[in-house]
């Protein structure tokens, strides 16, 4: 994702600020992000070719070049691809240009760049700021399409997507941020030409034309606002509705790089329960009492809190036998179907189907398939959703147990699930966050309940000392004006910053590292805020450091 912390960003404009303080121009740097799109049905990020125009003037340019090509009407459709000799743009057939060394930009400042060929909810997709078309990662003959746009613009287009603005206003608050940290700091980056997706694979982003006024305001309101444990901005994953008791990290998910499962924990992403005596969940006896009933749960308003499902022997044979075969062949599952299942093959009469381990949330980690054929292991909560379907359907979630029944060869007749929840369920629920939200909790005790040990604050600066090291700027929001600045440091002294044009200079003697927090409360104000962050004398030795964070809210 971003290179927050060595600050390789966009450079949008300088201004100068007062010489007594810093002596040289201040570089604004913008917090830009890429954003694949996605076709209309969510299942490739490459195109043949694509069509490109806009609701108001915008010119085309050759990115690699910075020549501006064409200055273009409202609603003229262009049409770019590309082969091997560069990239080509033509317009109703005619061949424009071509052969050009790209990536194609488009940007209408006075608009919004469309395009025709994808629809998001059900008209021509939009979106702010610039669009490229870049040769794709796979087929080097298609192109992928890609937003650059600001952060929190961005996230206009995300959160609105991602949770109904009748959720409540603390509830988009919460899930604001929690994009915000997803956008900074993914589970994993597997695009090489850009940030994030556009989907559920990443964060659901539709653009423009689906931004609600208030979930903009939501965003307006947390600006610049992210997660924090121990200074770190951590990984926000969030679920619709865990079903009561959110699972930990480890136990859902495998290392993105090596694959290994349960994959290392994270310590504000652990097991959990909503409310209630319930605090283990991984014997077969807590799971069954707990997702059997509905207890007292923020959950509680998802229509998913508790379901079941039920197939009869036969069925579920059938299912089990293709689902274990596309399973074993998807690179992103195969190691953990054990041993590996062919296709054509079959499990043969299904003898036994029982949960191996589950996690302190009930969440089914190993699921076990003995047939007459043979014996089977499913790890990982999304594997045993997408094994066990219904008519194609994969389960909500793996928060379940089974009742089975058998004929007097030990053959399964009938299995009956019941299940609670709906996605991976770690992190932040959405359903629970519109409960609390409902009930008059804050958006940070809404945070700070599901990620744990974590404080509401700033994106942390890294600042070096040397002559090319120029001042970062943040822009963040305080609803209360109570902040506590953070400095971890080397022994570099003194450290200057400007708050809300104040001049704040801090002296330390120690030589040695320092780690401590300052209140800087006097200098903020409720409402949007911005400090910028000087670095250390460039006399100073080079590569001295210093970290810097802003915390709104102390971990908890």
């Not at 191996?356 to 054929?373: D, P, W």
């Not at 997408?386 to 007097?408: C, D, E």
Request: proline share 5%; hydrophobic share 35%.
């Amino acid at each position: 994702m971003f290179k927050f912390y060595h600050f390789i960003v966009f450079l949008t404009f300088c201004v100068f600020l007062n010489p007594q303080l810093s002596g040289f121009p201040l570089e604004i740097e913008e917090q830009l992000i890429r954003v694949g799109i996605s076709t209309n049905d969510f299942q490739y990020l490459e195109y043949p070719s694509a069509r490109v125009t806009a609701d108001a003037a915008f010119y085309i340019e050759d990115l690699s070049t910075e020549n501006k090509l064409v200055n273009a009407s409202p609603g003229t459709v262009y049409t770019v691809s590309v082969d091997s000799n560069g990239f080509n743009v033509s317009i109703a057939g005619k061949v424009l240009f071509s052969g050009l060394s790209g990536p194609m930009g488009f940007s209408s400042p006075a608009g919004h760049i469309k395009l025709p060929d994808v629809k998001r909810k059900g008209q021509v997709a939009a979106y702010r700021d610039r669009v490229e078309i870049v040769r794709a990662s796979g087929c080097l003959d298609n192109v992928s399409v890609v937003n650059v746009l600001p952060l929190d613009q961005y996230l206009k287009g995300v959160v609105p997507n991602e949770l109904p603005v009748s959720f409540g206003f603390e509830a988009l608050k919460a899930q604001a941020v929690a994009a915000r940290n997803y956008a900074v700091r993914p589970r994993e980056k597997p695009y090489p030409q850009f940030d994030i997706c556009d989907s559920v694979m990443c964060q659901v982003y539709f653009g423009y034309y689906t931004e609600q006024p208030l979930s903009s305001k939501a965003v307006e309101e947390t600006a610049g606002l992210v997660a924090l444990h121990d200074g770190e901005v951590i990984t926000a994953l969030y679920s619709s509705a865990p079903g009561g008791f959110s699972g930990s990290y480890e136990n859902a998910f495998s290392d993105p790089k090596e694959k290994k499962f349960p994959a290392e924990s994270k310590p504000y992403l652990i097991a959990k329960s909503d409310l209630g005596d319930y605090t283990d969940l991984s014997t077969e006896e807590m799971a069954r009492k707990f997702y059997t009933t509905s207890p007292p749960s923020y959950d509680v308003k998802s229509s998913y809190y508790r379901w079941n499902r039920s197939w009869t022997g036969i069925e579920l044979e059938k299912e089990l036998n293709v689902n274990l075969a596309k399973l074993s062949k998807a690179s992103d599952s195969s190691s953990f179907i054990k041993p590996a299942f062919d296709t054509g093959s079959s499990i043969g009469k299904l003898m036994d189907l029982k949960v191996l381990k589950r996690c302190t949330s009930g969440k089914a980690m190993e699921l076990q398939i003995i047939g007459t054929n043979g014996t089977w292991v499913v790890q990982k909560e999304l594997n045993i959703r997408r094994l066990l379907t219904s008519v194609g359907k994969a389960l909500p979630s793996a928060n379940i147990v089974m009742n089975l029944s058998k004929n007097a060869d030990g053959t399964i007749t009938q299995i009956q699930l019941f299940g609670g929840g709906f996605g991976h369920g770690v992190g932040m629920s959405q359903y629970g966050a519109s409960y609390m939200s409902g009930k008059g909790f804050t958006y940070d005790q809404i945070l700070q309940h599901y990620y744990t040990g974590t404080a509401i604050g700033t994106i942390p600066v890294l600042l070096y000392s040397g002559d090319y090291m120029k001042p970062i700027k943040q822009v963040f929001y305080s609803s209360k004006g109570n902040a506590m600045l953070w400095i971890d440091s080397e022994g570099v002294t003194p450290i200057k910053m400007k708050i809300n044009d104040k001049d704040f200079i801090l002296n330390e003697n120690s030589g040695c590292k320092i780690k401590k927090s300052v209140d800087i409360s006097s200098y903020v104000e409720i409402g949007t805020n911005d400090i910028i962050y000087y670095p250390p004398n460039p006399e100073l030795e080079e590569g001295l450091s210093v970290k810097l964070w802003i915390e709104l809210e102390k971990a908890r």
